[in-house]
């Protein structure tokens, strides 16, 4: 009796060492990518980067997206619910990570949309029709004609301003800016500047809300 006593005993005590060491490592990873999103904030936050909400926002969500990119156009708009759930203490600011096949060319459309006051509606409707212009995960700008001619933009200038250096040179700062994050697939997450452990909605919430009752 003893020695099972001593066996379940000796058990217990590896199962809490595991469970102990494991809760240890994974602080240690999100302290560790913690540090390493502050250390690089001037890579996460540009001011230039599209963005919706209260400037002056508590809780600034960062989000590193690719418009061709399927699970990006299921989280946008469960993002945009937390913002409206959450009025005035949520911003979010897109940062651009063209990584699928053709999409760099459907970004510089999105990005010269700015210029006539239409990112979001663009942005949307590149969402919503999204079957239609990305065939076997590659992204086919042509095929895009059709829905940003609804959106009432002057389309001549709409091509003329996307193949505008400065667009470019705007691309290829973001797709750096991803590398110096260590992001390498989208979306990618930054709230306040802390990775999200692991990718998921209910990850990217509980972080948000976490930092929403740290301004309370």
Request: hydrophobic fraction near 45%.
């Amino acid at each position: 009796m003893k020695q099972k006593n001593l066996f379940i005993a000796v058990i217990a005590l590896l199962i809490l060492v595991f469970a102990g060491g494991a809760f240890f490592y994974k602080n240690q990873q999100a302290q560790a990518a913690a540090q390493l999103a502050q250390q690089n904030m001037a890579a996460l936050v540009r001011a230039d980067a599209p963005s919706f909400g209260n400037p002056n926002a508590p809780v600034h969500i960062v989000e590193f997206f690719d418009p061709a990119c399927g699970t990006c156009r299921e989280f946008y708009p469960l993002v945009k619910a937390m913002m409206t759930a959450h009025p005035e203490k949520i911003r979010l600011s897109m940062r651009y990570a063209p990584f699928h096949p053709g999409s760099e060319s459907v970004v510089k459309v999105l990005e010269a949309s700015r210029k006539q006051g239409k990112f979001e509606q663009t942005l949307a409707a590149l969402f919503a029709g999204q079957d239609k212009w990305v065939l076997n995960h590659t992204a086919n700008v042509q095929l895009t004609g059709p829905i940003l001619e609804t959106l009432g933009m002057d389309m001549a200038k709409l091509q003329s301003d996307a193949n505008a250096p400065e667009v470019a040179t705007m691309i290829a700062r973001d797709l750096a800016d991803a590398k110096t994050m260590n992001v390498t697939m989208t979306p990618e997450y930054f709230v306040n500047g802390k990775p999200l452990p692991q990718f998921g909605l209910d990850e990217l919430k509980r972080l948000v809300d976490s930092e929403l009752a740290n301004t309370q």
